[in-house]
Nanobody, 124 residues
Framework: QVQLVESGGGLVQAGGSLRLSCAAS????????MGWFRQAPGKEREFVAT????????YYAPSVKGRFTISRDNAKNTVYLQMNSLKPEDTAVYYC?????????????????WGQGTQVTVSS
C-alpha cells in the first residue's frame, strides 16, 4: 500500500509560478517511478512529467518542457513539480502517481497509486 498526498495548488496569474508537492508514505520501497498528470473539466487525464526515485531520470510532455521541472527528495519521500511561465491552458487538477514497475512512464494506466489531486488555476 502506498499513499500519496498532493499540496501547493492555487490561483496564479499568467506568467507566474507555482510549486506542487507530493508526499509519499506506506510501502514506498515497492515503487520505482513517480509521475505528475493533470485533468481539466471535460478532458482526459494528461501526462505532465515523470521521474525515477533512485537515479532522477526525467521525461516531460512537450507542452510543459522548458517551463516545468520535476524533482524529488528521497529522504522526505517527496516529489515536486515546479511550474514557471504558467499559461491559462495549464489550468487543471494536478495528480501525483506512483508506478511499481521499473522505467519512466507517460501513460496513466502504467501507474498503480494516485493522490487526491490539487487544483491549479491560471488567470489571463
Amino acid at each position: 500500500q502506498v499513499q500519496l498526498v498532493e499540496s501547493g495548488g492555487g490561483l496564479v496569474q499568467a506568467g507566474g509560478s507555482l510549486r506542487l508537492s507530493c508526499a509519499a508514505s506506506g510501502r514506498t520501497f515497492s515503487t520505482d517511478t513517480m509521475g505528475w498528470f493533470r485533468q481539466a473539466p471535460g478532458k482526459e487525464r494528461e501526462f505532465v512529467a515523470t521521474i525515477i526515485w533512485t537515479v532522477s531520470n526525467t521525461y516531460y510532455a512537450p507542452s510543459v518542457k522548458g517551463r516545468f521541472t520535476i524533482s524529488r527528495d528521497n529522504a522526505k519521500n517527496t516529489v515536486y513539480l515546479q511550474m514557471n511561465s504558467l499559461k491559462p491552458e495549464d489550468t487543471a487538477v494536478y495528480y501525483c502517481a506512483a508506478k511499481r514497475k521499473y522505467g519512466l512512464g507517460n501513460y496513466a494506466d502504467q501507474y498503480d497509486y494516485w493522490g487526491q489531486g490539487t487544483q491549479v488555476t491560471v488567470s489571463s
